[in-house]
């Protein structure tokens, strides 16, 4: 049996999963903007020695841009990783590639449609982005499409602004001016103006997705990530979603929550690395 590990790095935890005959094999570190690419490889040496096997490859899913799956480019949630290359991690004992955190999801995702279907994976967490499957394949442009927050929008006094600005939950604590944990209590005792940022941010992460289905007019939308589970979030998001996506893309396209969203990075990142491993087509 081939073993293969996934490995999620997030803007406030990293995960590790690998299959054994079990069941799933998982552990999670706290991360933070201040996290380095030395403890990246400390964590991952550390959850490898407590495996019972040796592992055939590891896929790594990064919170943004990847050069030709080897190499951390661009990582405004954890800019201590930027050049962070798979060599350094791997050190020629096993394979290692990364590849953004949406396209692992995307693959994820994919997984449990027909293959022909054009699925889309849309994510809202403390940024915003997007991974498309389209017959089994991933959509890379020239290697960085999916980057939905970095996508534009503008209000009618011409102010331009990007999606992660209005939607991620960054931009969030950014314009109440208070921690995450105060934020979250004040959501848990239903403050009005607490919940009334969430629903502005789930109003424009909904037009995001109007323009995806727009745009690609997916078989299938999903729709998850932490800012989802915030009360209201989603439910904005969908109401402005079907108010203005184009109604002929709309119809027939199912929007749904992810299978496995506790889950869904870190098994597309082993998903990837089977696909890579195995010489099949991403």
Known sequence: MEHFVGVDIGGTKMAFCARGKDGYLEKQIPTGNTFLAAQVKQELDLFLQSLPFSVDGVGVAIPGLVSQDREVIRCDAIPGIIGMSAEFLSQGKFPVH????????????????PKDYLIAVALAGSGTALGIVDAGH???????????????????????FL????SGGNA??????VSLNTFLSRIRE???????????????????LANVIGIFNPHVLVVGGGMTSYPGYFEAALASCKQHALAQSLEGCLITRPKD???IVVLGAMEFIRRIQKGERI
Request: proline residues 1%; aromatic residues 10%.
């Open 98 to 113: 990364f590849l953004n955190d949406l396209r692992c999801a995307a693959l994820a995702e994919a997984a449990n449609y």
């Open 163 to 166: 999606v992660d600005d209005m």
């Open 261 to 263: 969203e506790k889950r």
């Open 190 to 208: 239903n403050d009005p103006e607490a919940l009334e940022e969430v629903r502005r941010a789930g109003f424009y992460f909904g037009l995001a």
């Open 138 to 160: 991933l959509l890379t442009g020239r290697g960085f499409a999916g980057e939905l927050g970095y996508t534009c929008m503008a209000t009618k006094d011409d102010s331009v």
């Open 172 to 177: 969030l604590l950014r314009r109440t001016g």
